[in-house]
């Protein structure tokens, strides 16, 4: 999958690209947008961006249990030798689920406040009352959208997750 971001200038051009993907087979699963006044958007429902995509509360949370995990893991072979009549394997075991479980609670907590990087990117045009479109489509079909856009609405703004911002785990958002 493909994450794209349209910029679009306001509500009614919205709601005409809403329909346009939606009728080349895009459902309310893969279309999320946000704005400064996406309440007429909600009422006409077009579907609204979550926090899952519009920060970095999953990504967090998967670097958080990585390293709450290994934390946990290097904590359970310490507390073994220091406790010397504990099984090694349920002491290593235990600690490290308990760390990556521990680590994606607090990541998610400083996740969900962090904007993804994409979105921050247009933070002063939504402020103007521009809406951001994020949609999901598959690869092989991702030009075809694009295109499609571009040609009936050249005013839009559209960028997508670069190969080397994916590796990063930047713009991703989900």
Do not use: C
């Not at 996406?38 to 970095?56: H, M, N, R, Y």
């Amino acid at each position: 999958m493909q994450r794209l971001y349209f910029l679009i200038p306001d509500k009614e051009t919205t709601t005409d690209i809403v329909n346009e993907l939606n009728m080349m087979g895009l459902t309310k699963d893969n279309l999320h947008v946000m704005g400064k006044d996406w309440k007429p958007l909600e009422k006409e429902g077009v579907p609204i961006a979550t926090l899952l995509q519009t920060s970095d509360v999953v990504n967090a949370a998967k670097r958080g249990a990585i390293v709450g995990a290994v934390l946990g893991f290097v904590l359970g072979l310490i507390a073994h030798y220091v406790l010397i009549d504990t099984n090694i394997v349920w002491m290593a075991l235990g600690m490290t689920v308990f760390g990556a479980l521990f680590g994606v609670w607090t990541s998610t907590m400083v996740g969900v406040s962090v904007r993804d990087i994409k979105v921050s990117k247009f933070n002063k045009a939504i402020k103007r009352g521009a809406m951001l479109l994020i949609i999901d489509v598959p690869d092989e079909r991702e030009e075809a959208f694009r295109t499609a856009i571009e040609s009936h609405h050249p005013e839009v703004v559209i960028e997508k997750v670069s190969p080397q911002e994916r590796k990063q785990h930047v713009g991703e958002g989900h």
